[in-house]
């Protein structure tokens, strides 16, 4: 957590710091084939192959739904993150001076 005596941009190094070490152990935790079970269990449980809404449900029901797809979506997106990276590098972009 960063501090409040940091500069900003210690503050800045902290939280990336911080976003890596999240998305490092999503990646831990979903690796291998236990992995694998936990997210077709999630998968399962948190509607990820079928609608949110269904017809005649209360808004609260859908909300409820949605919210629990939002979450297996944010583990999704960590996982993916990783794999584009892995798979497209950054390209490394110099900075020219003028003359």
Same mark, same amino acid.
């Given at each position: 957590m960063p501090s409040p005596s940091q500069s900003p941009t210690e503050r800045r190094a902290a939280a990336v710091q911080a976003e890596t070490n999240r998305? #490092? #152990?999503?990646?831990? !935790?979903? #690796?291998?084939?236990d992995g694998a079970v936990i997210m077709a269990w999630l998968e399962n449980? !948190?509607?990820?192959h079928v609608p949110v809404f269904i017809p005649g449900a209360s808004s609260d029901t859908t909300a409820f739904r949605d919210g629990r797809r939002?979450?297996?979506l944010e583990i999704k997106a960590a996982l993916?993150?990783?794999q584009d990276a892995d798979s497209n590098p950054p390209k490394t972009i110099t900075a020219t001076k003028k003359k």
């Open positions: 998305l #490092a #152990a999503i990646r831990r !935790c979903f #690796a291998g084939d449980v !948190c509607n990820y939002s979450i297996l993916r993150t990783r």
